[in-house]
């Protein structure tokens, strides 16, 4: 299995709503990343977890909050956003291995909209 | 902080012209990925450089990591509508788990 899948694909939410977004690999993967992606801009890197553990936070504004429950599960809980906050949202995954950089694969992404 | 830009931004071409993106790091880097966005797709992991002056061959693609590793190029041979989308290099950013995307080259073929 060479997948990693997101929920949901669409999601649209209120500036007081609470929702989260899921992802889940079964490659074995020990490195899982959050991405955010405007139109027509490069992904940008938003989490990264390492073996079950924050390891880089991009600076992220809070509102966002990461949670990585075991090593085949990611998950990003969104909390009172902006309406600049609409993006597509890009879970990936990869091995950790140094020193050569290991690819990563994306899983389809949730289109995010915020009224 | 580490910057990759990609030249051009944009090129619309007809079908069988060649074509070629070329992606410019502020910073020596180890090794240079590249990714296929299709539209409305997620990026796929196309090849992976590591060797100073490296050339890799895909069918039609032809990927290069220059004698200095700062700099890369993807050229494609006779073009076809599937080769549309937005194709972006990545390198390595302290250590091996930040990957910093180029700001990316969209690709149009018309047939």
């Known amino acids: 299995d060479t997948e990693v899948t997101q929920t949901p694909k669409h999601l649209v939410m209120g500036m007081t709503n609470k929702k989260s977004l899921k992802c889940e690999q079964h490659m074995g993967h020990r490195a899982m990343y959050w991405y955010k992606q405007k139109a027509k801009k490069p992904p940008e890197l938003m989490f990264v977890y390492s073996y079950e553990k924050l390891s880089i936070n991009e600076s992220v504004p809070s509102r966002f909050s990461p949670e990585c429950p075991n090593s085949s599960l990611l998950n990003l809980h969104l909390h009172a956003l902006q309406p600049e906050d609409s993006a597509l949202y890009l879970c990936?995954?990869?091995?950790?291995?140094?020193?050569?950089?290991?690819?990563?694969?994306f899983g389809p992404g949730t289109r995010l909209t915020v009224l | 902080g580490q910057q990759v830009m990609q030249i051009p931004q944009y090129q619309h071409v007809q079908e069988g012209e060649d074509f070629t993106t070329y992606c410019n790091s502020s910073t020596t880097l180890s090794n240079i990925q590249w990714y296929k966005q299709r539209p409305g797709g997620h990026p796929v992991f196309l090849i992976q450089?590591?060797?100073?002056?490296e050339v890799k061959k895909q069918k039609r693609l032809t990927f290069q990591f220059g004698e200095a590793k700062k700099n890369s190029s993807l050229h494609i041979t006779a073009t076809q509508t599937t080769d549309v989308g937005t194709y972006f290099c990545?390198?390595?950013?302290?250590?091996?788990?930040?990957?910093?995307f180029g700001t990316g080259t969209r690709l149009l073929v018309s047939p």
């Open positions: 450089l590591v060797k100073s002056g």
């Open positions: 990545a390198g390595p950013d302290t250590g091996f788990q930040k990957l910093v």
């Open positions: 990936a995954s990869s091995h950790l291995q140094a020193p050569e950089y290991n690819e990563q694969f």
